[in-house]
């Protein structure tokens, strides 16, 4: 039997188990999740092309179909943010609306049995002029206040204290060290960051004694004198450093205070590279920086990025569909190895990434289920039955050929999945496949549409052969 007629039996097998017959018959208790916390932050400052996919543009019906997707999926937190050039206290009706249509989706997560956070930064705010609408952050219309200078720490903090008195039924809340935010000015340290984040929990306290605050060690590097000067692998070396300050720091900070780490050298091509190689990347966090935030109470959160979705500043992977299920799992297999409960992973155009979505949830829960069999699940959640095996060939070629795997250095390339496609048959094969007419979860978008949008990717996959 080959693969692809394998898949089709489990097709019908499938359908089989779920009839009302099969239901009735005993299963076995559904296993804990490795995962307490399975979350996903939302990235809502780009623009794109078709603008539908932008969630700048997104109103409350698309934002409410897509968190019921992702609870569907087995996702149960989501995060939000404010956007650089909305980083002020409103002044226009566009950003009063996107507040309001957030503060409904608060009470919808909250009814969905899902948590809601919201990330806040320190030293940015916006330049965009008072009554004239925000943009995309592209625009860069932002800039940084050292907390130093007189004024510029409440001026800063009073922003973010707006943000918390909105949202403050959130059930956390994360401190941003950089990367929007930090400062360069060769004065400031981690400290500086830190008096940010003893402040906001201090108001978290005060507003909502169950909220958490993490302060999340994302760009930490940041906090010093020009960071970039000894280039990325410089960077990440002082994240490690940045981050056993505030986990050293975490016992002489409020209760409330736990910590968000990026984890960037358990899986990142740009720290493996900067390392000369996956082999040579130190590891961080280690056992020993994990039991120590444990043996003070406080709680660890991998806020992971750029595997389930990338961003505008690297052109060739922005606005097209993602298929990195290989490196979702071992992401996650590494953090719960860690002993790490609690994982944020990111979208940015969460239309086109329905498959690295639901192999999130489904890993998130489950990370050592079979990658093979979530790419085989999904294919047959969005295409035609007759038409799921060949949908499944194509997410395997492009699984085997995302920038995700063509940016990492050859010892961190995961060995590829079993498929025989060319690029010309994927893109041949991609053109016959028809949408599944009965898709069995709340998708977010059209099957259709998606499989449009899967086309179009196939094209602009230029790195690939």
């Known amino acids: 039997?080959?693969?692809?007629?394998?898949?089709?039996?489990?097709?019908?097998?499938?359908?089989?188990?779920?009839?009302?017959?099969?239901?009735?018959?005993?299963?076995?208790?559904?296993?804990k999740p490795a995962f307490a916390m399975r979350g996903v932050y939302f990235h809502d400052g780009f623009a794109a092309e078709p603008s539908r996919h932008a969630p700048l543009n997104w109103h409350y019906p698309e934002w409410e179909r897509q968190m019921r997707w992702m609870r569907a999926c087995g996702v149960n937190a989501v995060e939000f943010a404010t956007m650089l050039e909305f980083n002020r206290i409103p002044s226009t009706d566009f950003e009063r609306k996107k507040i309001a249509d957030r503060l409904k989706l608060l009470e919808l997560v909250h009814k969905l049995?899902?948590?809601?956070?919201?990330?806040?930064?320190?030293?940015?705010?916006?330049?965009?002029?008072?009554?004239?609408?925000?943009?995309?952050?592209?625009?860069?219309?932002?800039?940084?206040?050292?907390?130093?200078?007189?004024g510029n720490f409440e001026k800063t903090l009073d922003i973010a204290r707006f943000y918390m008195k909105t949202y403050?039924?959130?059930?956390?809340?994360?401190?941003?060290?950089?990367?929007?935010?930090?400062?360069?000015?060769?004065?400031?340290?981690?400290?500086?960051?830190l008096r940010y984040v003893r402040a906001q929990a201090e108001i978290a306290a005060e507003l909502n004694p169950k909220a958490k605050l993490f302060a999340d060690t994302w760009c930490i590097a940041f906090w010093r004198k020009n960071p970039m000067e000894g280039g990325w692998?410089?960077?990440?070396?002082?994240?490690?450093?940045?981050?056993?300050?505030?986990?050293?720091?975490?016992?002489?900070?409020?209760?409330?205070?736990?910590?968000?780490?990026?984890?960037?050298?358990?899986?990142?091509?740009?720290?493996?590279?900067?390392?000369?190689?996956?082999a040579k990347t130190p590891v961080f966090p280690t056992k020993a920086d994990l039991a120590k935030v444990r043996s003070l109470g406080r709680d660890t959160?991998?806020?992971?990025?750029?595997?389930?979705?990338?961003?505008?500043?690297?052109?060739?992977?922005?606005?097209?569909?993602?298929c990195e299920v290989r490196y979702i799992a071992d992401l996650l297999r590494k953090l719960k190895a860690a002993e790490v409960n609690r994982v944020v992973g990111n979208l940015y155009l969460p239309m086109l990434?329905?498959?690295?979505?639901?192999?999130?949830?489904?890993?998130?829960?489950?990370?050592?289920?079979?990658?093979?069999?979530?790419?085989?699940?999904?294919?047959?959640?969005?295409?035609?039955?007759?038409?799921?095996?060949?949908?499944?060939?194509?997410?395997?070629?492009?699984?085997?050929?995302?920038?995700?795997?063509e940016q990492m250095p050859e010892d961190g390339k995961l060995p590829p999945m079993e498929c025989s496609l060319s690029k010309e048959e994927a893109i041949r094969a991609a053109d016959a496949i028809r949408p599944n007419p009965k898709p069995d979860l709340p998708l977010p978008y059209?099957?259709?549409?998606?499989?449009?949008?899967?086309?179009?990717?196939?094209?602009?996959m230029t790195w690939a052969a």
Request: glycine fraction near 8%; charged fraction near 20%; charge should be negative.
């Open 1 to 31: 039997m080959t693969r692809r007629e394998f898949v089709a039996a489990c097709a019908v097998t499938a359908a089989a188990a779920s009839s009302p017959t099969a239901a009735l018959s005993s299963a076995p208790a559904a296993p």
């Open 113 to 150: 049995g899902m948590q809601f956070g919201y990330l806040l930064t320190n030293t940015v705010v916006s330049t965009v002029p008072d009554g004239e609408a925000p943009g995309a952050q592209l625009g860069n219309r932002a800039k940084t206040l050292c907390p130093r200078e007189p």
């Open 168 to 193: 403050r039924e959130a059930d956390f809340f994360e401190q941003f060290a950089a990367d929007w935010g930090g400062c360069e000015c060769g004065k400031c340290g981690v400290g500086d960051y």
């Open 233 to 278: 692998r410089a960077v990440f070396d002082h994240e490690i450093e940045g981050t056993r300050e505030v986990i050293a720091a975490l016992g002489s900070l409020p209760k409330n205070v736990h910590i968000a780490m990026p984890c960037h050298h358990l899986y990142r091509p740009l720290a493996f590279k900067e390392y000369g190689g996956k």
């Open 301 to 322: 959160l991998a806020w992971t990025h750029f595997v389930m979705d990338d961003d505008a500043y690297r052109p060739p992977a922005w606005g097209i569909v993602h």
């Open 353 to 405: 990434q329905l498959g690295n979505t639901f192999a999130f949830g489904k890993l998130s829960r489950e990370p050592d289920m079979e990658v093979g069999k979530i790419v085989s699940d999904f294919a047959s959640l969005m295409a035609h039955p007759a038409d799921r095996a060949a949908l499944d060939d194509v997410l395997r070629w492009m699984e085997n050929h995302s920038y995700w795997q």
């Open 446 to 460: 059209p099957a259709a549409d998606w499989l449009a949008d899967l086309r179009r990717s196939l094209g602009r």
